[in-house]
Nanobody, 122 residues
Framework: QVHLVESGGGSVQPGGSLRLSCVVS????????LGWFRQTPGKEREWVAN????????HYRDAVKGRFTVSQDAAKNTLFLQMNGLKPEDTAMYYC???????????????WGQGTQVTVSS
């Protein structure tokens, strides 16, 4: 069984930065996707970024390219999301997840953290 715990959320002003962390425990098995998703009330959970566990190759949704950086510390079993240049539209609950298949598809993830809230407001 895989267990994921996020931390690092908070409230920042537009233009600010936050670094989310996700500690992963348990056997990932063949799960090669480590991803970050976000969700606001009444909306679908959307993919933000992911990293391929095997290669460390990152991928981003267009709205966050150039502002967010996803990385992993394999030795510490930790996934990170560095968020710079935050905008009010980035406000959401952020979740980390592990899965296999097409990494931007939330339906290909079967292990999720509990989420950490990010609020961007002046």
């Amino acid at each position: 069984q895989v267990h994921l715990v996020e931390s690092g959320g908070g409230s920042v002003q537009p233009g600010g930065s936050l670094r989310l962390s996700c500690v992963v425990s348990g056997d990932l098995g063949s799960r090669g996707c480590l991803g970050w998703f976000r969700q606001t009330p009444g909306k679908e959970r959307e993919w933000v970024a992911n990293i391929l566990k095997s290669t460390g190759s990152p991928h981003y949704r267009d709205a966050v390219k150039g502002r967010f950086t996803v990385s992993q510390d394999a030795a510490k079993n930790t996934l990170f999301l560095q968020m710079n240049g935050l905008k009010p539209e980035d406000t959401a609950m952020y979740y980390c997840a592990a899965g296999r298949g097409f990494c931007p598809d939330k339906n290909d993830y079967d292990s999720w953290g509990q989420g950490t809230q990010v609020t961007v407001s002046s």
